[in-house]
């Protein structure tokens, strides 16, 4: 099979605090799986994702897309780097961060991880 052209994909941001600092990235492919399980691709460059383990809480956001910039400015910039919570209008709900104004905003347990 040939692809010509880019396959569309929603924009997501998933966010935590561990230990006392903040982590955000975007996360281009998630999909449900079951009635209560989500499974993400997340690149190994990712702050985000090398600070996540097993028995995290982290923040899930759909992102609409009004809120391109918002996915581009938090997907540009490496999480240690910069305060991320300055990048959106970010809202906590119990443990997790998830973005204002999303699609879809979701609190999410991390089960496993698997590289």
Same mark, same amino acid.
């Given at each position: 099979?040939?692809?010509?052209?880019?396959?569309?994909?929603?924009?997501?941001?998933?966010?935590?605090? %561990?230990? /006392?600092? #903040? #982590?955000?990235?975007?996360?281009?492919?998630?999909?449900? !799986?079951?009635?209560?399980?989500?499974?993400?691709?997340?690149? /190994?460059?990712?702050?985000?994702?090398?600070?996540?383990?097993?028995?995290?809480?982290?923040? #899930? +956001?759909?992102? +609409?897309? %009004?809120?391109?910039?918002?996915?581009? @400015?938090?997907? =540009?910039?490496? =999480?240690?780097?910069?305060?991320?919570? @300055?990048?959106?209008?970010?809202?906590? !709900? /119990?443990?997790?961060?998830?973005?204002?104004?999303?699609?879809?905003?979701?609190?999410?347990?991390?089960?496993? !991880?698997?590289?």
């Amino acid at each position: 099979m040939e692809i010509h052209g880019m396959v569309a994909n929603g924009v997501n941001v998933v966010a935590m605090e %561990k230990n /006392g600092a #903040f #982590f955000a990235m975007t996360c281009a492919w998630a999909t449900q !799986i079951d009635y209560d399980r989500l499974i993400m691709c997340i690149g /190994g460059q990712s702050d985000t994702g090398k600070a996540m383990e097993a028995g995290d809480i982290i923040g #899930f +956001s759909a992102l +609409s897309d %009004k809120q391109e910039d918002i996915g581009n @400015s938090i997907g =540009s910039k490496h =999480s240690k780097n910069i305060d991320k919570r @300055s990048l959106a209008p970010f809202e906590k !709900i /119990g443990q997790a961060y998830v973005v204002g104004g999303a699609v879809n905003e979701l609190v999410d347990k991390v089960i496993d !991880i698997a590289h």
